[in-house]
């Protein structure tokens, strides 16, 4: 492992404790959990949420590509986030995918495809309607679901990889304080992140396929664009935006934080705060608009 990604997982992970520190799971909250999706048990599980309010009822699903820089992050992480938005009135799959160094592109997005079909397999089991799916990620994972969305609306980028996503309908997603140009640092060089995460053959043309803004057709799903005044990745929020103007892809764009109060990176996943709760009740009632 890199020393980047070393410190990465060191530094995220003390700041996710300090974050989640005397959560516990919501009393109106179902979840089930450690369920495998793929043969790689350690890596490829995931769990699922569902208000309790609606025991027996199908309901629209969100799953969830969590953050950590490709090298860091799982479910459990993420699953006060997830749980919320089940609270809000969703079926959430929020799941552990294989990460950098020891797996390399595209191994998360291979995960991401056998989450959905195993969404599409177990839907009667669970209550799950796949004609209303939406999806969250941030930072790293939202650069992640933005290539899925790609390769979910744009059939010539979805030729580039050998999966095939099951079907199912992708009715809008959320992209959080995403990263969606990654590949070089500030002094052109290939960033270390990079290096540890694509396998290094051809680093111009692997920067050029994780390019999420080049991919982007007019049937990209509708999205829901967030970041704040502090996020480090807020030009990015920026950029996409652009290119969904110029593609006529519906979008919103909502930069959290003013003056006063100082909005960071991913300040989403924290339960504890107003500001978090504000920006999951906006997208999901973004997500409600597309379940007529």
């Avoid at 009393?27 to 949420?49: C, F, H, M, N, T």
């Avoid at 969100?62 to 950590?68: D, K, L, P, R, Y």
């Avoid at 294989?98 to 079909?117: H, K, W």
Wanted: with cysteine.
């Amino acid at each position: 492992m890199s020393q980047m990604s070393d410190q990465i997982r060191k530094a995220f992970k003390e700041g996710d404790d300090i974050r989640d520190a005397g959560l516990t799971t919501p009393s109106d909250v179902v979840r089930y959990d450690d369920i495998p999706y793929g043969p790689e048990k350690d890596w490829q599980v995931l769990d699922l949420y569902r208000p309790k309010f609606a025991d027996g009822a199908v309901l629209p699903v969100i799953f969830s590509i969590h953050g950590g820089g490709w090298v860091y992050g799982d479910k459990e992480r993420y699953q006060y986030y997830c749980m919320s938005l089940a609270q809000r009135g969703f079926a959430v799959i929020n799941f552990t995918y294989r990460l950098a160094p020891e797996f390399q592109y595209p191994a998360p997005l291979e995960d991401a495809c056998l989450v959905t079909a195993w969404m599409v397999e177990n839907a009667a089991k669970y209550g799950l309607d796949t004609k209303h799916v939406f999806a969250v990620g941030d930072s790293a994972g939202g650069h992640l679901l933005g290539l899925f969305a790609a390769i979910k609306t744009n059939p010539d980028y979805a030729a580039e990889y050998d999966f095939k996503l099951p079907d199912f309908d992708l009715k809008a997603v959320a992209l959080n304080c995403g990263s969606f140009t990654p590949g070089y640092d500030e002094n052109g060089e290939v960033s270390g992140l990079m290096k540890d995460w694509l396998p290094g053959k051809d680093y111009e043309a692997e920067i050029a396929k994780i390019n999420v803004l080049t991919h982007i057709t007019p049937d990209f799903p509708p999205a829901f664009v967030m970041s704040a005044v502090d996020d480090f990745l807020r030009w990015d929020a920026l950029k996409i935006a652009k290119v969904f103007t110029e593609q006529e892809v519906p979008f919103v764009l909502r930069i959290y934080g003013d003056k006063k109060t100082r909005l960071a990176h991913v300040f989403h996943c924290n339960m504890k705060t107003a500001e978090g709760k504000k920006c999951n009740d906006d997208e999901c009632e973004f997500f409600r608009e597309f379940l007529g």
